[in-house]
């Protein structure tokens, strides 16, 4: 079966089965290979991405969903200078230890900001249930916060 979707701003027609997962297209037919496997039952949050803007955990996600719509993957999540604020809070904050979860991790956290530009902690635990293994929420928390006040005193000033 033939799906139609838009990956990162480019159009994409994709021979392959309705129901596999996203997460498959994404990965082995595009190449795109940022958005990791984890779980595989969409508990981890690893494999998040956004479809017309929303967060969706791509590995339980069937391709013939995202049909005519607009996937971002975290390669297709960076402005101008190749990075997304998102992106420069966790390098500011040393987020990452190992890394595997980030990418799935910054999109979550890009859709609530998106969602909710100054979030309070209770906004955060409800919307990031994405897992690191390593244990990073606190340094997580911490660019959330940090980016939420830029949003805050850019709205004000």
Known sequence: MTIKLTINGVRHQLDVEPDMPLLWALRDELKLTGT?????????GACTVHVDGQP?????????AAAN????????????DGTHAV??????????????????????????????????DEDIDNAITNICRCGTYPRIRKAIHELAAANNKNRKG
């Open 87 to 120: 992106q420069r809070a966790w390098i500011e904050n040393q987020v990452p230890q190992c890394g595997y979860c980030q990418s799935g991790m910054i999109m979550a956290v890009t859709a609530l900001l998106d969602e909710n530009p100054t979030p309070s």
């Open 36 to 44: 990791k496997f984890g779980c595989g039952v969409a508990a981890c």
């Open 56 to 64: 969706v955990r791509s590995c339980s996600y069937p391709i013939d």
């Open 69 to 80: 719509t607009s996937v971002t993957t975290i390669e297709g999540l960076g402005g101008e």
